[in-house]
């Protein structure tokens, strides 16, 4: 399921709207919870959260492979293997930036 533009527009004046708020109240950085980290509820699965943050390949794999700790992998992988594919990654997106 992917999120529309109306949605994704909508959400967005939202987090400005709860931006603005924020600005006018005094940041507590003390290592809790805050709400940046918050994931909206039209975000139902990795594919939306890949879209929603505007990530692009390399970037997607990456998030893909973190999100597979928390379920089932197939049987072709396995931690090394998952973590090996991260840094492959993360190595074309820094040669992607350095370009």
């Known amino acids: ?9 909508e959400f967005e004046r939202d987090v400005e709207t709860r931006e ?5 109240k005094s940041f507590n950085n003390d290592g809790g919870k805050n709400s940046f980290y918050e994931i909206p509820s039209e ?3 990795v594919d939306d959260l890949c879209e929603y943050l505007e990530l ?3 970037m997607g794999n990456i998030l893909k ?3 597979v700790k928390k379920g089932k ?10 973590a090996k594919k991260r840094v492959h990654y993360a190595q ?3 040669n992607r930036l350095e370009k």
């Open 65 to 67: 492979s973190l999100w």
């Open 43 to 45: 975000v139902k699965d």
């Open 1 to 9: 399921m992917s999120i529309s533009r109306e949605e994704r527009m």
């Open 56 to 58: 692009n390949f390399f």
């Open 73 to 82: 992998r197939h049987e072709a992988t396995d931690e090394k293997r998952e």
């Open 92 to 94: 074309k997106e820094l």
């Open 20 to 24: 603005e708020v924020e600005e006018t």
